[in-house]
């Protein structure tokens, strides 16, 4: 019986161009023209593969494994670099958020500074000067948000003790 793809399937996605790494995955669903969307181990997008406009067995490869589709992870999370798909600098994870600030997760004045400095340099910011009166302290909790929506996660205003709230220093533009 030749293998299907069905939601609950393991796959072993091989990346496009110049990131050809396998990383497996799970196909969590077909889309309404029955393209399997997979969201690959330790993400929480889908990719939509079309494995009929793929040359065979060249970037989808199904397992012959299938289980029950893990619920997609949601509400409070404790953030990381890799999980916010966050540059870091000296071990501080920096982001940009869509409103024009970028944040550095630190409770240190000074690393947030160097951090959010050397990220500004890396990405041709005309020269700012960034000091400690420009930089706005919080404490906030990242949330996931469902799959489909605007963003992955959202930060929302924590106190010091709030379940998994962290310090983070804001640079607004």
């Known amino acids: 019986m030749p293998i299907t793809a069905e939601p609950g399937r393991r796959v072993i996605f091989i990346g496009y161009g110049s990131d050809p790494t396998p990383r497996p995955g799970i196909i969590t669903a077909l889309d309404t023209d029955g393209i399997p969307l997979i969201r690959l181990d330790g993400q929480r997008c889908n990719l939509r593969i079309n494995p009929n406009r793929l040359p065979p067995n060249k970037h989808l490869h199904l397992l012959n494994q299938t289980g029950p589709v893990p619920a997609l992870p949601m509400g409070r999370f ?29 409770d240190d004045i000074n690393r947030a500074i160097h951090a959010i400095t050397r990220y500004g340099n890396d990405h041709d910011w005309a020269h700012i000067n960034i000091t400690a009166d420009r930089l706005r302290s919080e404490w906030v909790a990242f949330e996931w948000q469902p799959e489909g929506s605007e963003c992955e996660w959202l930060t929302i205003d924590a106190h010091p003790g709030d379940d998994k709230a962290v310090h983070t220093y804001r640079l607004p533009y």
Do not use: M, S
């Open 78 to 106: 404790t953030p990381t670099a890799h999980n916010l798909k966050a540059e870091t600098y000296d071990g501080i994870p920096v982001i940009e958020l869509d409103d024009d600030q970028v944040v550095a997760i630190t």
